[in-house]
T-cell receptor
Framework: EAGVAQSPRYKIIEKRQSVAFWCNPI?????LYWYQQILGQGPKLLIQ????????DSQLPKDRFSAERLKGVDSTLKIQPAKLEDSAVYLC????????????FGPGTRLLVL | AQSVTQLGSHVSVSEGALVLLRCNYS??????LFWYVQYPNQGLQLLLK??????LVKGINGFEAEFKKSETSFHLTKPSAHMSDAAEYFC???????????FGKGTRLSVIA
């Protein structure tokens, strides 16, 4: 079974530029999460999707961050414009969405904002 | 609000020694608890999880953890450390199967030869 795929793996941009990350969850997983992991900290939830609907985006900085999962499969996370403090690893995770609680994580995208 | 606290940002053990990584949670109801491991430049890999039932949970790579409600703890142990265990370990919790996970800040485990 293929795992959660993310691209790109690394991205370097200058502040005020825009950037987009892509995630393809495990096939059949209804729930998809985006987490932000700042160096030295644990992952923090940005947004949770159930199929193509948003379940929780309370911690998403909506003035600059946006995310979508239009067909209920893969998802994109966008930052526009980026700030220095957005430098972090962005992790995508998926879960089958039933009583099976385990979240499976992708390798992450490491973003550096200069 | 639920929180997860990991005691010690860095733990160093000798190869063959006991590994003990501490995790305490705060919630008003018994949570779902997880331990994940993160190797450099990789995503998080599930080590073990507690949902309901047996409080002693066995995971991969010889790790186990015990859920102690009276102490609100879920400490991770391994009897004998191996060099390959060197990594970052995260404790996480959720109030139900569908709620997002709340992560601790992580504990970096170093194994000395």
């Amino acid at each position: 079974e293929a795992g959660v795929a993310q691209s790109p793996r690394y991205k370097i941009i200058e502040k005020r530029q825009s950037v987009a990350f892509w995630c393809n969850p495990i096939s059949g997983h209804a729930t998809l999460y985006w987490y932000q992991q700042i160096l030295g900290q644990g992952p923090k939830l940005l947004i949770q999707f159930q199929n193509n609907g948003v379940v929780d985006d309370s911690q998403l900085p909506k003035d600059r961050f946006s995310a979508e999962r239009l067909k209920g499969v893969d998802s994109t996370l966008k930052i526009q414009p980026a700030k220095l403090e957005d430098s972090a690893v962005y992790l995508c995770a998926s879960r089958i969405g039933t009583a099976q609680e385990t979240q499976y994580f992708g390798p992450g995208t490491r973003l550096l904002v200069l | 609000a639920q929180s997860v606290t990991q005691l010690g940002s860095h733990v160093s053990v000798s190869e063959g020694a006991l590994v003990l990584l501490r995790c305490n949670y705060s919630s008003s109801v018994p949570p779902y608890l997880f331990w994940y491991v993160q190797y450099p430049n990789q995503g998080l890999q599930l080590l073990l999880k507690y949902t309901t039932g047996a409080t002693l949970v066995k995971g991969i790579n010889g790790f186990e953890a015990e859920f102690k409600k009276s102490e609100t703890s879920f400490h991770l142990t391994k009897p004998s450390a191996h060099m390959s265990d060197a990594a970052e370990y995260f404790c996480a919790g959720g109030l139900s199967g569908n709620t997002p996970l709340v992560f601790g800040k992580g504990t970096r485990l170093s194994v000395i030869a």
